[in-house]
């Protein structure tokens, strides 16, 4: 056993029990979910998306769009779900003619969320005014329509 891995727990007539000390996180409780935020990229074939990411690795910059955001506003979407669960979506057309691809940009949610990125809130499009104008960019429209659900998502509006 690793030092400083292992804590000593209760004895037993089994033997003594140990419990693997670890901090708490996302993906402890929710394997959906992690303790980052991936920006998976998309484009019409796999090499029209990777010369993208080579543009945002280049210019250090990531450009929300505004293309189907309700209120014109602009943002960039993250998913904080782990590639596994994400990967169904890669490769998947559009109805623009672009897919995800299996790459992308990762970055801590901590992090994000101290450079002023918000969670979304999920709610059908008719509740969108139900918010407070200075929250409606956080609005992503999700509706459930028997067992089909419909999630447009997005996660940070930037400057």
Same mark, same amino acid.
């Given at each position: 056993?690793?030092?400083?891995?292992?804590?000593?727990?209760?004895?037993? #007539?089994?033997?003594?029990?140990?419990?693997?000390?670890? %901090?708490?996180?996302?993906?402890?409780?929710? /394997?959906?979910?992690?303790?980052?935020?991936?920006?998976?990229?998309?484009?019409? #074939?796999?090499?029209?998306?990777?010369?993208?990411?080579?543009?945002?690795?280049?210019?250090? @910059?990531? +450009?929300?769009?505004?293309?189907?955001? +309700?209120?014109?506003? +602009? @943002?960039? @979407?993250?998913?904080?779900? /782990?590639?596994?669960?994400?990967?169904?979506?890669?490769?998947?057309?559009?109805?623009?003619?672009? #897919?995800?691809? /299996?790459?992308?940009?990762?970055? %801590?949610?901590?992090?994000?969320?101290?450079?002023?990125?918000?969670?979304?809130?999920?709610? /059908?499009?008719?509740?969108?005014?139900?918010?407070?104008?200075?929250?409606?960019?956080?609005?992503?429209?999700?509706?459930?329509?028997?067992?089909?659900?419909?999630?447009?998502?997005?996660?940070?509006?930037?400057?």
């Amino acid at each position: 056993m690793a030092a400083g891995l292992w804590k000593s727990g209760a004895t037993s #007539s089994h033997g003594t029990w140990y419990f693997y000390d670890m %901090p708490l996180s996302a993906s402890a409780f929710r /394997p959906d979910m992690t303790d980052d935020l991936f920006h998976f990229i998309r484009g019409r #074939s796999a090499d029209a998306a990777y010369k993208t990411l080579e543009s945002i690795l280049g210019d250090r @910059c990531l +450009r929300g769009g505004n293309g189907m955001i +309700r209120g014109g506003h +602009r @943002c960039v @979407c993250f998913t904080e779900a /782990p590639p596994t669960f994400f990967m169904r979506h890669f490769g998947r057309r559009r109805k623009d003619g672009t #897919s995800f691809q /299996p790459f992308g940009i990762q970055l %801590p949610k901590r992090w994000m969320l101290e450079q002023g990125g918000a969670k979304v809130i999920y709610q /059908p499009g008719a509740d969108y005014f139900k918010l407070p104008e200075e929250k409606r960019y956080l609005h992503v429209r999700h509706e459930v329509d028997g067992d089909r659900v419909e999630a447009i998502s997005k996660i940070v509006e930037v400057a």
